[in-house]
């Protein structure tokens, strides 16, 4: 399959998805994530317009994410340095 194809998924599925790049701070640490790309989807459930959040970290477009019970910085880190994937299901009150 091409990269379009795989990109039109992606766009078209009905499951939220973002492709992120994890920051490490000096001691090789997850400390922020900047998103690359998301689809559709996930712009309905975050009420987040691609546009408005594509190659920023998530610290820049809501600040308020360390305070959430769930820390979503560290979860992301984790995959992204482990190479695996996740399905979750979790409430941010940061983002609503």
């Not at 990109?7 to 640490?29: C, P, R, T, V, W």
């Not at 998103?35 to 308020?64: C, H, W």
């Not at 019970?69 to 609503?96: C, D, H, R």
Request: hydrophobic share 40%; glycine share 6%.
């Amino acid at each position: 399959l091409t990269n379009e194809i795989y990109k039109s998924i992606i766009q078209n599925m009905l499951n939220a998805f973002a492709y992120h790049k994890i920051i490490l701070d000096e001691n090789g640490k997850p400390c922020d994530y900047e998103y690359i790309e998301v689809n559709k989807a996930f712009e309905v459930f975050t009420g987040m317009r691609a546009d408005m959040i594509v190659g920023k970290s998530i610290l820049q477009i809501n600040p308020k994410i360390v305070s959430d019970k769930f820390n979503w910085i560290k979860f992301y880190g984790e995959i992204a340095l482990n190479g695996t994937s996740a399905f979750i299901e979790q409430y941010s009150e940061a983002l609503g």
